[in-house]
C-alpha cells in the first residue's frame, strides 16, 4: 500500500521536533536513522494517527490518516518504541485482543505461528508482568505483525533482542517486503540498517539531511561502512 507523506511538520511547544518532510514508499523497506532525539518516532507517530502533524497531510493509500483514523489502523501493524502491554494478561489473551480491534477472524493459528516463531509457546500462559525485557519486546513485535498489515512501522524493532532473535526478525521484515507490504523502521544498529532498506533517511534534529540507497548514501559520504557514512551525515 502506498504511503505518501507531505511537508508534515511537528512542534513541541517552542521545539520543531520535525521540519517539513515528505516520503512516498510503496512496497520498499525504509529506514528512518538519526541521533536521539532527531524526530524519528514524531513521525512515525504521527504516520499511525496517534499525535497529529501542525502541517502537511499523510495518506494511506486513499486514506487520510487525519480524516480516517479507525479504517487506516486496520492495514497499519505499529511497534511503538516503548510499547505498553497489559500486564495481567498473558501473551495469548493480549494478541487475541490486537486481533479482535483490528477486525482479524480465526486468529489463534497465527497466534501460535507466533509465539512458536519467537520462542514462547511455553510461555503462553504466563503473565505479561513476569516475562523478561525481550520476551515482551517479542509479543509486542508478534502484536505488529499479526493480519498481515501493508504498512508496518516498527519502531527500534532490535533494540533488546538476542542476536538470534534479530536475524530472524530480519527474515521476517524481508518475508513481509517479499509480500508486497510498505515497511518503516528506525533502528542505531546501523549494520541492520544497511543490509536490510532499499532507502534510508538521515534526521538530525527535525531536518532530513540525506536520502538514498545506503549504497548511494556511502558513495555520497565517501565511506565504506555505513557506520561511518551515518556519522559523517550528521558529524
Ligand atoms: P530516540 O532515538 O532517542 O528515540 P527520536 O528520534 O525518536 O529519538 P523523538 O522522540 O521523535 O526523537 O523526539 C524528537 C524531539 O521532540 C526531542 O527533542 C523530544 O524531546 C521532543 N519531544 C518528543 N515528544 C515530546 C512531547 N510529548 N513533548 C515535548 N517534547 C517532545
Known sequence: MNLSISNVTKSYGDLT???PFSLESEGEICGLIGNNGAGKSTLMKMIVGLIVPKKGKILLGEMDVKKMPEAVKHHIGYLPESPLLYPRLTPEELLLYVAEIKGIEKATEEIEYWLEIFGLSAKRNALLNDLSFGMKKKIAISAALIGSPSLLILDEPFNGLDV????????????????????????????????LCERVFILEQGKLVAEGSPGDLKKQANQVSFHDTFLHFTK
Not at 532473535?165 to 507490504?181: P, Y
Request: glycine residues 2%.
Open 17 to 19: 521536533a520535525l521540519h
Open 164 to 195: 538470534a532473535t534479530m536475524e530472524s526478525l530480519s527474515e521476517i521484515i524481508r518475508k513481509r517486503h517479499a509480500a508486497g507490504a510498505t515497511i518503516l523502521l528506525s533502528s542505531h544498529l546501523m549494520s541492520y540498517i544497511d543490509r
